[in-house]
């Protein structure tokens, strides 16, 4: 994991995703998983891009399941961006860098 990805857990989610100043980039992922495996130096380039701007991080599913179920996550990997302690924007399997810079960017403005 890149220094400026933050590991979320059930016990931080609040403080740390639902209680930012800045928007947040969720990746909820396992070790055992294929493409999130694919995705991941993605979402190291993106916590780069966007440090001090945008908080990006991981929930491991196999080891926090309240929050995975809270949000409904039925396929992994799935990626959710959260403005305000709100969902606002989602993303399932593996998807290209610009289309998270897109999304990451509309809500920055």
Not at 13 to 32: G, I, R
Not at 69 to 94: A, R, S
Request: aromatic share 10%; charged share 20%.
């Amino acid at each position: 994991m890149a220094e400026n990805v933050v590991e979320f857990t059930d016990g931080n989610f609040q403080s740390e995703v639902l209680e930012s100043d800045v928007p947040v980039l969720v990746d909820f992922w396992a070790p055992w998983c294929g493409p999130c495996k694919m995705i991941a130096p993605t979402i190291d380039e993106l916590a780069n891009d966007y440090a001090g701007r945008v908080k990006i991080g991981k929930v491991n599913t196999d080891e926090n399941q309240a929050t995975p179920t809270n949000y409904q996550i039925q396929g992994i990997p799935t990626i959710l961006l959260f403005k305000g302690g709100e969902v606002v924007d989602k993303f399932v399997g593996v998807a290209n860098k610009a289309k998270f810079s897109a999304a990451l960017d509309t809500h920055l403005s």
